[in-house]
Each structure stands twice: as C-alpha cells, then as structure tokens.
Nanobody, 120 residues
Framework: QVQLVESGGGLVESGGSLTLSCTVS????????MTWYRQAPGKQRELVAG???????TYSNSVKGRFTIARNNTKNTIYLQMNSLKPEDTAVYYC??????????????WGQGTQVTVST
C-alpha cells in the first residue's frame, strides 16, 4: 500500500510562479514513471508533464517552455516548477506514479490533488 501527497498549490498572480511537490510513501520497492495531471472545471483531466525512471520527460504543448518536471529518487519526490503562469493554468493538479510495492504488484496510484489558482 502506498500514498501520494501533493503540496505547493495556492493563489498566484498571472505571470507568477509556483512549485508543486509530490511525495510517495509506503511499502515501495521501486517507482517507475511519475506524472502530473490537471483538471479544470468542465474540462477533462489532462497530462501536464511526466518523467520516467531514467529521467526522460514529456510535456503538454500548453505548458512546454514554462513548466519543468524533476524527480528526487532519494526522497521519492517529484516537483513541478511552474513559471509564467496564466489564468488558464487554474486547475486541481494531481500526481500519479507507477509503483512496484514490496509484495510485487505494480500500482498506478493517485494523490488527492492540490489547487492552483492564477488570478486574472
């Protein structure tokens, strides 16, 4: 059993910056890909950025050049540095991780989300 906890959300002015964190805890054997998603009211949940176990990254076109994803394997944590924020970035941001637990299963696990609000 594992847990994912996001933090770092809040209210920021347009053009400002925020850094989100997601920490995984529990009976972890290894963590593979980790991904940030977001969901705004009335819209489908969308991929924001992902990072593989080897450090490869992917970004949605809407955030490319503004957001950076990174991971700290020692801390079982990923980060999303968000710069030049726009009102359309307003959403609940969710962390997802593919995790092999000690008993051998691979779980696709989600955090509870953290709210990011960018003022107009």
């Amino acid at each position: 059993q594992v847990q994912l906890v996001e933090s770092g959300g809040g209210l920021v002015e347009s053009g400002g910056s925020l850094t989100l964190s997601c920490t995984v805890s529990g009976s972890i054997f290894s963590i593979y890909a980790m991904t940030w998603y977001r969901q705004a009211p009335g819209k489908q949940r969308e991929l924001v950025a992902g990072i593989g176990s080897g450090g490869s990254t992917t970004y949605s076109n809407s955030v490319k050049g503004r957001f950076t994803i990174a991971r700290n394997n020692t801390k079982n944590t990923i980060y999303l540095q968000m710069n030049s924020l726009k009102p359309e970035d307003t959403a609940v941001y969710y962390c997802n991780a593919d995790i092999r637990v000690m008993t051998g299963e691979v779980l696709s696990s989600w955090g509870q989300g953290t709210q990011v609000t960018v003022s107009t």
